[in-house]
């Protein structure tokens, strides 16, 4: 018997729906041991080109713990990023703290876990060189070009992101928005190693 497309899809999206319904509801279940874990990776940045790596590089590492009054596990981050501009200036160099709640909605099947995180932290960027370009006249064609110093900066942000566990091992994709402060978008992309 040959199946149509349609009728693959809503086969498969029926195994998928009986398995995550049968699967046990205690998917969040307590976990007191504490995991460390090491992770680096890729990040793009808001007004910045995506260049690979090293261009772009954020390596850092996180705990996970939990609060007695709290359901979820949270996880601390400690991460450290260089991003490089064209030809606008020297490289930035951003430091992020971080503390998120992560929700497991769904089973461990086959070894693999997926998972959400939500939380907030604070974000440094040092101080850099930034290259300007300015028209010295009638003609837009003489163009003069300076350097100037940006300042460090500091702001507040909130962050969400999805990941995936291997084993012991993970991919995870976070977006950190900046609230309440002139900050900048960033959007880390990495693996790790739990252990």
Same mark, same amino acid.
């Given at each position: 018997?040959?199946?149509?497309?349609?009728? +693959?899809?809503?086969?498969?999206?029926?195994?998928?729906?009986?398995?995550?319904?049968?699967?046990?509801?205690?998917?969040?279940?307590?976990?007191?041991?504490?995991?460390?874990?090491?992770?680096?990776?890729?990040?793009?940045?808001?007004?910045?080109?995506?260049?690979?790596?090293?261009?772009?590089?954020?390596?850092?590492?996180?705990?996970? #713990?939990?609060?007695?009054?709290? *359901?979820?596990?949270?996880?601390?981050?400690?991460?450290?990023?260089?991003?490089?501009?064209?030809?606008?200036?020297?490289?930035?160099?951003?430091?992020?703290?971080?503390?998120?709640?992560? /929700?497991? *909605?769904?089973?461990?099947?086959?070894?693999?876990?997926?998972?959400?995180?939500?939380?907030?932290?604070?974000?440094?960027?040092?101080?850099?060189?930034?290259?300007?370009?300015?028209?010295?006249?009638?003609?837009?064609?003489?163009?003069?070009?300076?350097?100037?110093? %940006?300042?460090?900066?500091?702001?507040?942000?909130?962050?969400?992101? +999805? /990941?995936?566990?291997?084993?012991?091992?993970?991919?995870?994709?976070?977006?950190?928005? *900046?609230?309440?402060? %002139?900050?900048?978008?960033?959007? *880390?992309?990495?693996?790790?190693?739990? #252990?």
């Amino acid at each position: 018997m040959r199946m149509r497309p349609n009728s +693959v899809v809503l086969a498969a999206t029926t195994v998928v729906g009986i398995t995550l319904c049968v699967g046990p509801l205690g998917a969040q279940t307590a976990d007191s041991t504490r995991r460390w874990s090491l992770f680096g990776g890729t990040i793009v940045a808001q007004g910045t080109a995506l260049h690979r790596p090293p261009g772009n590089l954020e390596v850092g590492g996180s705990a996970d #713990f939990r609060v007695a009054s709290f *359901p979820l596990p949270l996880r601390a981050s400690l991460a450290f990023s260089s991003v490089e501009q064209d030809l606008s200036g020297s490289g930035l160099k951003y430091g992020t703290f971080s503390i998120d709640a992560i /929700g497991r *909605p769904v089973p461990r099947i086959l070894g693999t876990q997926l998972y959400f995180l939500g939380g907030f932290g604070l974000a440094t960027r040092a101080e850099y060189t930034a290259l300007y370009a300015r028209y010295t006249g009638i003609d837009p064609l003489t163009t003069e070009y300076y350097t100037s110093r %940006a300042p460090r900066q500091n702001w507040a942000f909130l962050e969400t992101g +999805v /990941g995936l566990e291997i084993g012991r091992a993970f991919v995870q994709m976070k977006l950190q928005m *900046p609230v309440a402060s %002139a900050g900048i978008r960033r959007a *880390p992309i990495s693996v790790g190693f739990r #252990f």
